[in-house]
């Protein structure tokens, strides 16, 4: 063989060695989606930062991967997530649809959240029970869970909006009666933005505990050992410890209840 042909041989057989230990590589490597959801998630420009990245992080590494993490909205973040483009997506809720296209994980423990409902000011009393809302026109935010009672039911009717800021500026020109609000310090941070100060909270309010999961694709390399490095975390009192240092209070875990998969 002459020596140019040895070269381009040579240099053949490195090009593959390289490709071959770069996708060695990119196999333990998680591609986690994240968006801003403060205080859990913050996205500043290209700094990440929050408790759920620090655990989703630790509990790779604890398992033998590393991540990768990509800004984008949920909606796509879901859709690259159910069709196996992505790995992780922290903060999925628990919901029987998604359960049938992507598996979780966790969860690191349980969230109580009070859910507001949005009115006019002197209109509070106007929204006592739950079958108030059968009465009147209610705003949702698209895509959002609230309670299984209130998403179930065809008596309610809902009126449909894509984000918070398009839903108080539909509150404030009276397309519906009522806003259904998930997320009470968002809804007041979209209030203040839109220079909406006429507004009042209902009566009725419905309690609920919210498992804080994290999403992950159907049937992932990685899903058993970081299942069991994020319960080890929440056992030890890791997760604690990282909420703590962001000064956000932690989700609740009683070890009574364990890890409740979602189905």
């Known amino acids: 063989m002459k020596i140019g042909n040895k070269i381009i041989a040579a240099l053949f057989f490195i090009s593959i060695t390289i490709m071959h230990s770069n996708l060695m590589a990119n196999d333990d490597v998680l591609i986690v989606d994240i968006r801003n959801r403060p205080p859990e998630m913050n996205v500043d420009g290209d700094k990440y930062s929050g408790p759920l990245l620090d655990i989703i992080k630790e509990a790779a590494n604890n398992a033998g991967y590393k991540v990768k993490y990509k800004v984008r909205q949920f909606k796509a973040s879901f859709e690259l997530l159910k069709n196996g483009k992505i790995d992780i997506l922290p903060r999925t809720l628990c919901r029987p649809d998604r359960a049938e296209v992507i598996d979780y994980i966790g969860p690191i423990g349980y969230q109580e959240k009070t859910i507001s409902f949005l009115v006019k000011p002197g209109n509070e009393d106007s929204i006592k029970n739950f079958d108030d809302l059968k009465k009147i026109s209610v705003g949702v935010k698209r895509g959002t869970v609230y309670f299984k009672e209130f998403d179930n039911s065809n008596d309610i009717k809902k ?26 310090k968002s809804a007041e941070k979209a209030l203040k933005k839109n220079k909406i100060s006429e507004y009042a909270f209902a009566t009725y309010k419905h309690k609920l505990k919210i498992g804080n999961y994290f999403g992950i694709t159907k049937k992932n390399k990685a899903r058993q050992k970081l299942q069991q490095a994020i319960e080890k975390m929440v056992i030890s009192g890791r997760v604690k410890e990282i909420y703590n240092k962001y000064e956000v209070k932690p989700p609740m875990f009683d070890p009574a209840v364990g890890f409740i998969p979602c189905h």
């Open 159 to 184: 009126i449909t909006a894509y984000d918070d800021d398009n839903l108080v500026q539909m509150f404030d020109h009276k397309r519906f009666t009522t806003m259904i609000v998930l997320d009470k």
